[in-house]
T-cell receptor, first 114, second 110 residues
Framework: NAGVTQTPKFRVLKTGQSMTLLCAQD?????MYWYRQDPGMGLRLIHYSVGEGTTAKGEVPDGYNVSRLKKQNFLLGLESAAPSQTSVYFCASSYGRRMGTEAFFGQGTRLTVV | DQQVKQNSPSLSVQEGRISILNCDYTNSMFDYFLWYKKYPAEGPTFLISISSIKDKNEDGRFTVFLNKSAKHLSLHIVPSQPGDSAVYFC?????????FGQGTELSVKP
């Protein structure tokens, strides 16, 4: 049972390049989330999804796009990377509101934009 | 608007003593609060949660207290152990949307 898996684990991009981060979960969870962690700021919600085919904006959505074409996958895209997007990105999944509690997190993706 | 605030960036306690981590929130609409623990280079892991209809929840060494009139919750760890040293985050679950506080780094000294 893999839980939540993020791909890749590390990446270096040049300014203006694009990339997609993949999050996969095998727990049949309805809700999925993308966060970024920066020093002194905790984890900030970028986008989230409450089910297959749905997405919603979080606290810091600008510069990112997401897609949830399959229930088990949640993709985070950067169309034109900027140095301000250098961060550690975490994906999470949960059963959602009806269960009320815990979300499970991946191990993180460290992205550097130069 | 920071809906969940952890005003202490760090806390240091002696092994065996109590650790108290605090969290304040704005707005009274919520479903659950959760506490997560995070080690460096790892994803956060769930510790304990509390629903809006309770004022206390206990799980082993961990107890969370919710004071709705003060819009304040706290996590108590008793007794504290060196392995508890980590960053602790308070989260708010509002209809499935999970919002983090800034975190408090706990250091438990032997």
């Amino acid at each position: 049972n893999a839980g939540v898996t993020q791909t890749p684990k590390f990446r270096v991009l040049k300014t203006g390049q694009s990339m997609t981060l993949l999050c996969a979960q095998d727990m049949n969870h309805e809700y999925m989330y993308w966060y970024r962690q920066d020093p002194g700021m905790g984890l900030r919600l970028i986008h989230y999804s409450v089910g297959e085919g749905t997405t919603a904006k979080g606290e810091v959505p600008d510069g990112y796009n997401v897609s949830r074409l399959k229930k088990q996958n949640f993709l985070l895209g950067l169309e034109s990377a900027a140095p301000s997007q250098t961060s550690v990105y975490f994906c999470a999944s949960s059963y959602g509101r009806r269960m009320g509690t815990e979300a499970f997190f991946g191990q993180g993706t460290r992205l550097t934009v130069v | 608007d920071q809906q969940v605030k952890q005003n202490s960036p760090s806390l240091s306690v002696q092994e065996g003593r109590i650790s108290i981590l605090n969290c304040d929130y704005t707005n009274s609409m919520f479903d659950y609060f959760l506490w997560y623990k995070k080690y460096p280079a790892e994803g956060p892991t769930f510790l304990i949660s509390i629903s809006s209809i309770k004022d206390k929840n206990e799980d082993g060494r961990f107890t969370v207290f919710l004071n709705k009139s003060a819009k304040h919750l706290s996590l108590h760890i008793v007794p504290s152990q060196p392995g508890d040293s980590a960053v602790y985050f308070c989260l708010r679950n509002q209809g499935g949307k999970l919002i983090f506080g800034q975190g408090t780094e706990l250091s438990v000294k032997p």
